[in-house]
C-alpha cells in the first residue's frame, strides 16, 4: 500500500494513531514517583522493541487530551498485563484523570525542550530565570525520568548554583505549587536544615511561641533519611495528617498547630527532586536553600528562624561553610521578602537521648512537664530557638526572648497549649509503647565520651525500625563528656523484629558509633555562643 | 525478649538471618541492566518501607554465598509476586546463579566505597587508576543504580576527565572485560566514531584488506541510537552472532569477518554506562575514547584506523573539537600500546542513500558489485579508509594504500572476499525484502539541496522502524549541492506497521530534515582533504 506523494501530515498518520491504542491497566508497583509504562514486548500495536532504546513514551488519552511522559519498561511477563495493555501506575492514572481500562495511546517522546537548558548547565553555564523555571515546571510535571534527575542534581550541585541561580531556583519551586494564606501577619516559623537525630525542638518552640500569641502554623516532613521526622514524632500524641481547613480552625483557636506538610503539596518539584537526592545522599548548598525556603513560602510563613548545626558528623561540618550557607540563606530570604534569622548551633552528638519517633515524643513530654529528668541539651535549644522566634515580635526586647521562652515553659504555660494543640488535632489513644526487643551496646573500655557518630546513630535507629515502628530506635543512655567504665550502657536498640534488630546490631557492631578516650576541649569552631 | 549484654556480633544476628528468606521468583520486566528486586509491601519477613528510604539492598544466596546489589521496588500486586516471594530478573538470577524458587535473604546494603570516590569526583577532584578502577569494576558488578550511573556520567562528562584519567578508565575497562586473542600480529581494524546515517564502510574496508592479506577480524555492535549498526547491516547477509571458536576458524581461512561483538563481552562496564548515557544522550570526549579504545583493545586489535566525521549535524561539529578529540585518541592509543591512525572525513549528510539495514546492504552490495548506480560517496570513503588500514603493511608506500584498495575493489576481488565471508559465517536465505509500507516525502520548494540533517534522518529512519525491522528506513533520492524541482522526491521512508509509518511522517512533517536554497560554497572548516 504504497502512499505516494502524501504530506507529511497526511491523515495516514492520524488514522494510525486512532487504531493504536491499548488498554490502561493499574499496575501496583511502587516506582517512586518516576512515570514507568509497563509494554508487552509481544504488543501487537506498538513494536516494543522500538521505544526500549528511545526510552520515554508520551502517554496520552484519546479522551480527554491529557497526556504524560513515561519511561517504557518491556515486560515478558503475561501475569502482570496483557498484551494489548499498558500497565501504569496510580499516579500516571492521577495524571492522566482516567480510570482502569480506559484507552490510551503512546508516541514517541519528543524531549522536554528544558533538557537542552540541563545540557548546558552540565556544560557549566550559567542559567537565567525563565531557563530555571522551565525545568523546575517540567520536573514537577513528572517529564523527568530518574537518571534526567540525578543529571541535573549533579550539574547543580557541581558547579554550585551561583546565589541569583538559587534564588531564581527557589522561586521556580514556589510557583509550581500551592500556596497557603494564613489572613494575618506575621506567621512565624522555625526550620533545622536536619541531620542531627533526636532534635525534636519544634514540638517544645511550637507550643511556647504559640502560648506567647504569635501565630506558629508549623507543618513538617515525615523523616526521608532520618529515624524520625517531627511529623512522626508528633504523631506518637496526635493526628497530623490534618485537611488545610482543618488546620486553619485549629491555628484561628490556638495560634499554633505541628502537622504533616504531605498533603499540601507545596513544593512538588522538591519532592521529586528528593526521590534522587536521597539515594544519592547529594544534599547541596543551592539545593538546600531553594528547597527550604521554597517549602517556607509556600507555608505562607513570613518570619523564619532557621537552625544550622556545626559538627564534625553534622550535614554542615566547618564553620566557614556554615557562614557561607548562612549567607545564601540571607541573600534569598532577603529577595523573595522573608524575615530570616539564621542559628548556627552546636551539632557535636544527638540533642536529647531518644532517636527514633516514641523515644523522642517522651524526651519532649519530659521537658514540657518540667520533669527533673529532661535532657537539658533540648531544653536549653528549644528555649534559645524559641526566644530567637520570640524577637520577631516587636514588643519582645533584643537579647529577652530566651528569658521569655523559659517562663512561658516553666509555668506549664507551654505544656497546656501542647495539651490543647493535641486535643485539637486528635489526641493519640495511647503513647506507642517501645518496641519488645533491646540490645544494649556497652563501652569496650573505661574513658570518657569523646565523639557520638550522628549518622552512625541514624542509621541504626533506622535499621531497627525507626520511624515506621513508633517505638524502636536508640536512647542514648550517655553523652559527651560522660565518663564510662568498661562495660558500661552506652546505648539501647529498640526493635520489634529479629531481622531489624540483627541489622541494627551489625550496623552498631560495624561502627559502634561512640568513641570513648581521653576527655579534650573542644575544638571552638564547633559551638557558637 | 530483651536481650542484655549481648555483643553486637552475638547469635541472634545471624539466628534473625536465617529465618528471614524469601522465595525467589523470575519477574518478566527488562530494567535495561539495573537489578531491581520486587518485594511486597505486605511481606511478613522484611518491611518493606525499611528498604523503601534506604533505596539499594544485597540479594544473596544462603547456599552458594553469592550477592548482588539490588534497587527495590515495592509492589502491591498480588499478581507479580507472593508475600513471601522477592521477584528478580533474568540477570539477577544469572548473576546470583540460581533457579527460580530458590531461598533468598536481603539486607540493607552498604554503599559501595567507591561511592565515596565518586563523590569527590563531583566535588571536581583528580582520580587515580586505583580509583577509577574500584568504579569500573563496581560498574561492571552491577553495584551501581541507574541514577548513580547517571550521577557518574555527568560528574566526568562535566569537568572533562584530563587524559591520564581518561587512560585509567581505559585501562579499567578493559580489565573488567574479556580479551580476544588471534595468535597473530598485526591485528587490523577500523572504526568510526558514530552519528553519521549510512556509513557502512566496515562492510567493504573488512572485504578489501582481508583479500590483501592482512588480518581484520571486525566485530561490530548492533545499533543503539542509530538506524543501523554494522552487525544489523551485515546480518541482511549472513549470521553475525558466532561464538569465538566459530569466528577464529572464519578469520584463520578468510583473514576476517564482520561479526556481533555482542556476545563476547568484550567491555561490560562499557555496556552497563551505555544504558544511561544513551537516555541522557551524553557522549564526551572522554568516555567516548575510553569505550572506543577498550573495546578495541579487548578485541584484540593492535592497528587501528579511526573515522572521525565533521559536519553541522555529526557527532562533531567544529574541526578544533575534532582535533581535540584526535589527540585524546592518540595519547591513550600510545599509553595502551596501539597503533592509531585518525581521519577527520567529511561528515555533513549522510554517506551514500539507504538509511536503515536492508537500504544500506544494497549500498554495500553495488559497490562490490561495480554497479554504475552504486553511491561514489560509499566507494570513495571506503576506498580512502581501506587504504589508510593497508598502509599499517610495511609493504604499501605511503599513499599508495588507496590505489591499492581500488585495484582489489575493482576487480572483484574484494566481492570474492566478501562472499567467502558471507558463506563462512552462514548465508542468510535472502535478502530481507524493503518495507511494504512507502511514504515521499517532496520538495516544498525549487531551488539546491545546501543541508541535510543527519539526527533528523536517522531519528525518521528509526521511528519508521529501523533497525529492528531490516527493511524499513528512508531511501534519500537527493543529495547535497543536487538541483530539485518543486515537488521532486527528496526522499522515501520504507515501514512495515501505520503506527510506524506514522511516527516517521510526523517527524518528517516536523522537521523535514532537507534545505533547499541558493547553492553555497562548502564552509572548508567541514572537509579535509
Redesign the interface.
Known amino acids: 500500500?504504497?502512499?505516494?506523494?502524501?504530506?507529511?501530515?497526511?491523515p495516514?498518520?492520524?488514522?494510525?494513531?486512532e487504531?493504536?491504542t491499548l488498554i490502561a491497566r493499574r499496575?501496583?508497583?511502587?516506582?517512586?514517583r518516576e512515570n514507568v509504562a509497563?509494554l508487552r514486548?509481544d504488543c501487537p500495536?506498538?513494536?516494543a522493541?522500538?521505544f526500549?532504546?528511545?526510552?520515554?513514551v508520551e502517554v496520552s488519552t484519546p479522551d480527554h487530551g491529557r497526556s504524560i511522559l513515561a519511561v517504557v519498561?518491556?515486560?515478558?511477563?503475561a501475569?502482570?498485563i496483557g498484551e494489548r495493555e499498558l500497565g501504569l501506575s496510580e499516579e500516571a492514572f492521577a495524571d492522566l484523570g482516567i480510570e482502569d481500562g480506559a484507552p490510551v495511546a503512546i508516541?514517541?517522546a519528543e524531549v522536554p525542550p528544558s533538557m537542552q537548558t540541563l545540557?548546558r548547565k552540565?556544560?557549566?553555564e550559567r542559567l537565567t530565570r525563565d531557563e530555571l523555571g522551565a525545568i523546575v515546571r517540567d520536573i514537577a510535571r513528572h517529564r523527568y525520568?530518574?537518571?534526567?534527575?540525578?543529571?541535573f542534581?549533579?550539574?547543580t550541585?557541581?558547579?554550585e548554583l551561583d546565589r541569583d541561580e538559587v534564588l531564581y531556583l527557589t522561586e521556580a519551586m514556589v510557583e509550581v505549587g500551592r500556596k497557603l494564606d494564613w489572613d494575618e501577619k506575621p506567621v512565624v516559623d522555625k526550620h533545622c536544615i536536619g541531620g542531627l537525630p533526636g532534635n525534636r525542638t519544634s514540638m517544645l518552640v511550637v507550643p511556647i511561641v504559640a502560648a506567647h500569641g504569635m501565630l506558629i502554623p508549623k507543618t513538617s516532613s515525615r523523616?526521608?533519611?532520618s529515624p524520625a521526622g517531627t511529623a512522626d514524632t508528633m504523631e506518637c500524641l496526635a493526628r497530623v495528617d490534618l485537611p488545610f481547613e482543618r488546620m486553619r480552625e485549629i491555628v484561628r483557636a490556638h495560634r499554633g498547630c505541628l502537622a504533616w506538610g504531605g498533603r499540601a503539596a507545596l513544593s512538588p518539584a522538591d519532592d521529586v527532586l528528593i526521590s534522587?537526592e536521597?539515594?544519592?545522599s547529594?544534599d547541596s548548598p543551592g539545593q538546600m536553600v531553594a528547597s527550604i525556603l521554597s517549602k517556607k513560602i509556600a507555608a505562607g510563613s513570613t518570619h523564619l528562624v532557621l537552625d544550622i548545626p556545626l559538627g564534625p558528623t553534622a550535614k554542615v561540618r566547618h564553620m566557614d561553610d556554615a557562614q557561607r550557607l548562612k549567607k545564601l540563606f540571607e541573600y534569598v530570604a532577603r529577595h523573595v521578602g522573608m524575615m530570616l534569622d539564621v542559628v548556627i548551633t552546636d551539632g557535636r552528638q544527638p540533642v536529647g537521648r531518644g532517636i527514633g519517633p516514641a523515644l523522642e515524643a517522651r524526651d519532649v513530654l519530659q521537658v514540657l512537664n518540667n520533669d527533673p529528668n529532661a535532657p537539658m541539651d533540648l531544653r536549653n535549644k528549644a528555649l534559645r530557638l524559641a526566644g530567637r522566634v520570640l524577637e520577631f515580635d516587636r514588643d519582645v526586647r533584643g537579647g529577652d526572648g530566651f528569658a521569655v521562652a523559659r517562663d512561658i515553659l516553666d509555668s506549664g504555660r507551654a505544656l497546656a497549649k501542647m495539651n490543647a494543640i493535641v486535643d485539637a488535632q486528635g489526641r493519640a489513644a495511647e503513647l506507642p509503647p517501645l518496641a519488645?526487643?533491646?540490645?544494649?551496646?556497652?563501652a569496650p573500655t573505661e574513658g570518657h565520651v569523646t565523639a557520638i557518630d550522628c549518622e552512625t546513630m541514624a542509621r541504626i535507629a533506622?535499621?531497627a525500625?525507626a520511624p515506621?515502628?513508633k517505638g524502636a530506635g536508640v536512647d542514648l543512655l550517655k553523652k559527651l563528656g560522660d565518663r564510662v567504665q568498661r562495660?558500661e550502657p552506652l546505648y539501647r536498640i529498640y526493635a520489634d523484629?529479629?531481622?531489624?534488630?540483627?541489622?541494627a546490631?551489625?550496623a552498631?557492631?560495624r561502627a559502634?558509633g561512640f568513641t570513648i578516650g581521653e576527655p579534650a576541649p573542644i575544638a571552638h569552631g564547633y559551638v557558637e555562643f
Open positions: 500500500m504504497p502512499s505516494e506523494y502524501l504530506e507529511p501530515s497526511a495516514i498518520a492520524r488514522q494510525g494513531n487504531r493504536a499496575v501496583g508497583i511502587d516506582t517512586y509497563y514486548r500495536v506498538y513494536r522493541e522500538g526500549q532504546a528511545l526510552s520515554k519498561n518491556v515486560v515478558d511477563d501475569r502482570l508516541a514517541h545540557k552540565i556544560g557549566g525520568s530518574k537518571i534526567e534527575l540525578a543529571a542534581v549533579v550539574a550541585n557541581q558547579f523523616a526521608i533519611t534522587v536521597r539515594p544519592l547529594i519488645r526487643l533491646t540490645h544494649t551496646v556497652r533506622r535499621l525500625g515506621k515502628v562495660g523484629t529479629a531481622a531489624e534488630l540483627t541489622f546490631c551489625d552498631a557492631a559502634g
